[in-house]
């Protein structure tokens, strides 16, 4: 994990790595909201996804954290077929503002 913060402390991006995540099946022309884990996240957070390498034909957009060390994450499968992701590593970062 790094972090880069101001010297007042925020706002804060936060990088890391999941070893290991088996996203879930994602139905032809459909966008899955699936729970994942990023130890870092707080409430409030914005959160990317990506694995490492990519999945050909999955996009991942922006999250929210709402439990402490999860995101939220939609995952869209624009293709005509479902896709399966084998288990693989995530990179993710994490958008911290500070309240106030």
Same mark, same amino acid.
């Given at each position: ?21 088996d996203?879930?099946?994602? /139905?032809?022309?459909? #966008?899955?909201?699936? *729970?994942?884990p990023?130890?870092?996240?707080? %409430?409030?957070? @914005?959160? =990317?996804?990506? /694995?490492?390498?990519? #999945?050909?034909?999955? *996009? ?6 709402? %439990?402490?060390? @999860?995101? =939220? ?28």
């Amino acid at each position: 994990m790094s972090s880069n913060k101001s010297p007042s402390g925020a706002p804060a991006i936060i990088t890391g790595l999941i070893a290991s995540f088996d996203a879930a099946d994602n /139905p032809a022309l459909v #966008i899955t909201v699936q *729970s994942v884990p990023v130890p870092e996240a707080q %409430v409030g957070d @914005t959160v =990317l996804v990506v /694995p490492t390498p990519g #999945i050909a034909d999955l *996009s991942f957009g922006p999250g929210t954290c709402a %439990v402490a060390g @999860t995101a =939220l994450i939609p995952v869209t499968n624009p293709t005509a077929g479902a896709i399966n992701p084998a288990a693989q590593a995530y990179r993710y970062v994490v958008f911290r503002v500070a309240d106030g």
